[in-house]
């Protein structure tokens, strides 16, 4: 048996009964993490969404994963596209991260906000963003309900005088100091 499926069967089984959807949910609201727009486009159109599942895999090649939900109406539309612009948001963003986070919204009424820019992929980007990667899909890997996709960073754009970093914790928005 292939060792991550054995790994995955030995935490399945070792699951206890406090170990609930809800419960999961509540605990990982108190890991700290990025707040980042996730945006594609090419053939099957522009999309965007608001992730926090996102972290750096390798320096060489320049790789960073994204976590994307399966049941999310943009999913498909990312694989199709192959590419992925990543804006790491900052102090003032909190309003664009709301509004990439809402299903209610068309992808028009999304983007109609901020001014973006593109790089080589053509994903957009936001110009504003302290940071930005223009990046290509690489790889994918199923994980529950998301897929796991592996981008290749193709360009970095870094704003010229770093701002406070938009982090999500306990269901908020906070700032982080830039210094």
Request: aromatic content about 6%; charged content about 20%; overall charge neutral.
């Amino acid at each position: 048996m292939p060792r991550d499926v054995a790994l995955h069967l030995a935490a399945t089984e070792s699951a206890g009964p406090d170990v609930s959807r809800d419960r999961f949910r509540d605990a990982m609201s108190r890991l700290g993490a990025p707040v980042v727009l996730v945006t594609t486009n090419g053939v099957a159109g522009r999309h965007g969404l608001t992730v926090s599942a996102i972290t750096s895999v390798s320096d060489e090649p320049p790789t960073v994963l994204v976590c994307l939900n399966r049941a999310n109406r943009s999913h498909d539309a990312f694989l199709r596209n192959g590419v992925v612009g990543i804006s790491i948001l900052g102090q003032g963003h909190d309003t664009l991260a709301a509004t990439f986070a809402s299903s209610r919204l068309s992808s028009d009424e999304k983007f109609g906000h901020g001014a973006w820019r593109a790089d080589g992929s053509g994903a957009p980007l936001l110009e504003d963003a302290p940071v930005t990667l223009d990046c290509t899909i690489e790889a994918r890997h199923a994980a529950g309900s998301h897929d796991v996709l592996f981008c290749q960073v193709r360009s970095i754009g870094l704003h010229a005088r770093p701002r406070h970093g938009l982090a999500w914790f306990s269901r908020r928005f906070h700032l982080l100091p830039a210094d």
